[in-house]
Structure formats: structure tokens, C-alpha cells
């Protein structure tokens, strides 16, 4: 089958175990939280740890934890900013400008569409459904599913006998 044919699964053809395993790469936004460190770059090395161990496992699985990496980089980027921001002004002057706060609302704003997104595409990879972000759906869809799709099947190698003989 040439990657140009690559056949979308259904739900029904999703074994539970890559369904699961596709609702947990939404589940990393959470895992520095629940370890108890709140800072946004732990969240992202979570995500980028769970997509390269389970990224050979499914196209679908594979979809999923990228899907979810790569959304994850601008908001940590934003929240990281603003906190280097927050503490630079702390220990300088203890004066915040309007542009401050105008970047903590878009941050605020900003983690509330990231959650929202996150948790709706949680909920239908757990059903085995795609749900396509804002910016990131179609570059994640086109890497596993499109015509230039990674391949998933490994070639087969030739057995030899050593060499000299």
C-alpha cells in the first residue's frame, strides 16, 4: 500500500490499549502538576518523552502524541516568557507596565483555549476519533496520514552468513 492510500481507522478497528495510549498524550499537560512542579517546561518534556516511546506504536497513537506535543510548544513558550518576565521584575524594580498585564491576559486566555482543546481531543481519542487543533491538525494529519506519511512497516533484512566464509 503506497502512503497516498494510507486507510484512516474507524473507531471499531482502534484496539483500547492505542486508544488509551492516545488519551494519555493529552493527559501530559497534567504531569507536572501532578508530580507537583507547576512550571510549563516540565509539561513539555513530558510530552516530548511520551511521544518518542510511543510514537512507533499506532499511526494513531503516533497522531495524537504529536498532535498534542507540538500544541503544547507555543503556550509553554508564552507561559515561559511571562514567568521569566514576572521574575526579572520582582527582582529588579517590583514595577509591572500595562504590557505586562496585557500579556498575562493573553497568557491566561491562552492556557484556557490549550486546556479546552486538549481536553475535547482527550475525550475523542479515547473513543477512537481524530479531533483536529487549530494550526496543528493538519501538519500532524499529513505527517502520519497523508501522501508523504512516515512509514510504520520495517524492512525486511537479507540473512548472511558471516562474513569471511
Known amino acids: 500500500?503506497?502512503?497516498?492510500?494510507?486507510?484512516?481507522?474507524?473507531?471499531?478497528?482502534?484496539?483500547?490499549?492505542?486508544?488509551?495510549?492516545?488519551?494519555?498524550?493529552?493527559?501530559?499537560?497534567?504531569?507536572?502538576?501532578?508530580?507537583?512542579?507547576?512550571?510549563?517546561?516540565?509539561?513539555?518534556?513530558?510530552?516530548?518523552?511520551?511521544?518518542?516511546?510511543?510514537?512507533?506504536?499506532?499511526?494513531?497513537?503516533?497522531f495524537h502524541s504529536l498532535q498534542s506535543l507540538l500544541s503544547q510548544v507555543p503556550v509553554t513558550l508564552i507561559n515561559v516568557g511571562l514567568i521569566v518576565w514576572l521574575i526579572r521584575?520582582?527582582?529588579?524594580?517590583?514595577?509591572?507596565?500595562?504590557a505586562f498585564f496585557i500579556c498575562l491576559?493573553?497568557?491566561?486566555?491562552?492556557?484556557?483555549l490549550y486546556i479546552l482543546f486538549s481536553v475535547i481531543a482527550l475525550v475523542r481519542?479515547?473513543?477512537?476519533?481524530?479531533f483536529y487543533m487549530p494550526f496543528f491538525g493538519r501538519v500532524t494529519f499529513g505527517r502520519y496520514y497523508g501522501p508523504g506519511a512516515v512509514s510504520f512497516s520495517r524492512p525486511v533484512e537479507e540473512n548472511r552468513p558471516p562474513e569471511g566464509f
Do not use: C, H
Open 105 to 112: 491576559v493573553f497568557m491566561v486566555l491562552s492556557n484556557i
Open 1 to 62: 500500500m503506497r502512503n497516498s492510500e494510507i486507510k484512516i481507522p474507524q473507531p471499531d478497528e482502534i484496539s483500547s490499549r492505542e486508544k488509551e495510549d492516545a488519551m494519555g498524550a493529552y493527559l501530559m499537560m497534567f504531569a507536572a502538576w501532578g508530580i507537583g512542579f507547576p512550571l510549563p517546561i516540565f509539561n513539555l518534556i513530558a510530552a516530548v518523552i511520551y511521544f518518542y516511546i510511543n510514537k512507533k506504536n499506532s499511526r494513531f497513537v503516533s
Open 89 to 98: 521584575n520582582l527582582f529588579t524594580d517590583l514595577t509591572f507596565s500595562s
Open 125 to 130: 481519542a479515547r473513543r477512537g476519533r481524530f
